[in-house]
């Protein structure tokens, strides 16, 4: 049985604002009155049926947050009360997702399964109260008996079986002599009761599979309504946060708990549960369920594509857990179900990017620019700044020679008047190098231009001219000659609805799939210093957005995700509201 006393908080991702909320008030009460003996034990409780997402992230923050900062432990125990569900897999997933977030639990990694003959002990007491009775009804009509929100229940015919009767039943039950969905083993509750959860709920139902852990040992497994409370008691838990679909449940996890202790000596541990709101994204689904269907289907190229709001996705899109944590602690912790712009978190990635990643240049689509004034054989290096947040970062060089490559966007042939890149006779600067003027263009037999002719000023070498005139514009380049070829996948919003469950009537949410989600620029032009970047770093490409390292990358082709754009709409929104 787990440990139950005081231990030492679960390690800290840093030095981190402490927010405060009624979460947290509730918690800091119950320690100046002394309710748990000073102890704060939490725990995360995810079900190895998925893959972690965003939603989990805020859970996550809040069950191991709270625990840090009020000093005791949080619990990682997995819910593997189903086994048809269930899979190693997916264990291993939220073990690395939990611990990229920046959490540790130390010794305390449980799982449900542990106490399954535990549990199965308290099961067999209930019988013996009179408190649970075997049912050999089918699924189908204990769901039809169970009444409405305005109509009571129906009484099992089989409700009034004696104790040694269900406990015989029950034990031949575990023992595998009855087939699948036969039987099941209900609490005696009530049927007329107003809350739908405390009309006589399974609580064991027979089930031969094979499970992730305990293998074939068990035939009958535990429903999470009867497993939930049981765990956090005996754990030692104190605080059970749970989100607020959980709310209407507790009075009957209370009812378990209560009912088992009646008539002990020495009462079972009875946690007190707090209920806040779940995330809920726009363009997003939080529902396992549906993300499982995404990628059976193929919407989807995996848990981890980056399209995807899971974790293992977020990280290879290029995400931070520092971010993610920035993101949770903005939005709070509260009791009413909102939705949260997904702008909001594009803002805490691009915030925390832009302090930490280095710059770099790179051309997605290219244009080829030739210099004719530039000697052929001739190579410099310029000196380029990697980061202007971090003067700790320093420069790099990079080559430039007399031709180059410049996005296809940056050059009009006929420009509209508020354009102010690079057009015949006009004059820009190309980033860190020279101004250039644009002197002809190369077009092919259907008039498409395929490259520019231009001229440079050596007097300009930096970027700035010493009589002082000015330009418009900076563009950036990279050398032809030293050029390197990647892959870019320009990804978007998976779905084209702030909620993809609005479908048109008589579809579902697939309805909703954004067609262009996923760009893929295959012939995309970097810098040469990118030839030894490794699976899962990040850079900013300059002007275009920032961009993470996939691990799909080979030697000398990486493949580049972009992360998030330049472009933030959160802050621009917050500005425009905060202007009087």
Not at 364 to 392: F, G, Q, S, W
């Amino acid at each position: 049985m787990p440990q139950t006393e005081p231990g030492s908080a679960a390690n800290s991702p840093g030095d981190e604002p402490r927010p405060s909320d009624f979460v947290r008030e509730i918690v800091a009460e119950d320690g100046r009155t002394g309710k748990w003996g000073g102890r704060v034990v939490t725990r995360f409780p995810p079900e190895p049926n998925g893959y972690l997402h965003i939603g989990h992230a805020k859970a996550i923050h809040i069950d191991f947050g709270i625990a840090q900062e009020f000093g005791g432990r949080c619990h990682l125990r997995f819910d593997d009360t189903n086994p048809t569900k269930e899979e190693d897999e997916y264990v291993r997933s939220i073990v690395e997702d939990v611990r990229w977030l920046g959490w540790d639990w130390g010794e305390h990694l449980y799982y449900a399964s542990d106490y399954f003959e535990q549990m199965y002990e308290y099961a067999e007491e209930l019988i013996r109260k009179s408190k649970a009775y075997v049912d050999d009804q089918s699924a189908e009509e204990i769901r039809l008996s169970r009444g409405t929100l305005t109509q009571p229940g129906r009484e099992s015919p089989y409700r009034g079986r004696g104790v040694e009767e269900n406990l015989d039943l029950f034990r031949r039950m575990r023992a595998g002599e009855f087939p699948d969905g036969s039987r099941v083993l209900r609490a005696k509750i009530d049927m007329a009761s107003p809350n739908l959860n405390l009309r006589d709920p399974v609580m064991y139902r027979i089930l031969h599979a094979h499970h992730h852990r305990q293998g074939d040992a068990w035939c009958v497994y535990p429903m999470y309504d009867w497993a939930h409370g049981l765990e956090d008691s005996i754990e030692g838990v104190t605080h059970s946060i749970c989100t607020l679909e959980f709310e209407n449940h507790r009075p009957l996890y209370d009812w378990f708990l209560d009912a088992i202790n009646e008539g002990r000596d020495r009462p079972i541990h009875h946690p007190q549960q707090i209920e806040f709101a779940r995330l809920e994204l726009t363009c997003t689904l939080m529902s396992k369920r549906k993300l499982l269907q995404l990628v059976e289907n193929g919407h989807v190229g995996g848990w981890d594509d980056p399209r995807m709001p899971t974790l293992s996705g977020l990280r290879r899109r290029g995400f931070t857990p520092e971010a993610i944590r920035n993101f949770c602690r903005r939005i709070g912790v509260n009791k009413f179900n909102s939705t949260v712009d997904y702008a909001l978190l594009a803002h805490c990635v691009r915030e925390d990017l832009n302090r930490r990643a280095p710059r770099v240049m790179s051309v997605l689509r290219p244009l080829k620019v030739i210099i004719d004034n530039y000697d052929a054989d001739r190579v410099e290096t310029m000196d380029a700044v990697n980061n202007p947040e971090d003067p700790a970062a320093g420069t790099r060089k990079v080559p430039f020679g007399r031709e180059l490559y410049i996005e296809r966007d940056d050059f009009m042939e006929d420009p509209p008047k508020k354009f102010f890149r690079l057009a015949p006779g006009r004059e820009v600067r190309l980033r860190y190098a020279y101004f250039v003027t644009c002197t002809g263009v190369e077009k092919d037999a259907g008039g498409n231009v395929t490259a520019l002719h231009c001229t440079y000023d050596p007097a300009t070498r930096g970027g700035d001219a010493p009589d002082g005139r000015k330009v418009k514009a900076t563009l950036h380049w990279v050398s032809a000659a030293h050029a390197l070829n990647a892959e870019v996948r320009l990804y978007d919003h998976l779905f084209n609805k702030a909620d993809p469950n609005d479908a048109p009537e008589g579809q579902d949410y697939t309805a909703n799939l954004n067609p262009a989600s996923l760009e893929v620029v295959a012939d995309a032009k970097v810098e040469p210093s990118l030839a030894g970047a490794k699976g899962g770093e990040r850079f900013q490409f300059e002007r275009l957005g920032y961009f993470c390292v996939d691990p799909d990358s080979a030697a000398g082709r990486p493949v580049f995700n972009r992360t998030v754009t330049l472009k933030d709409t959160w802050a621009k929104e917050q500005k425009k509201s905060a202007t009087p």
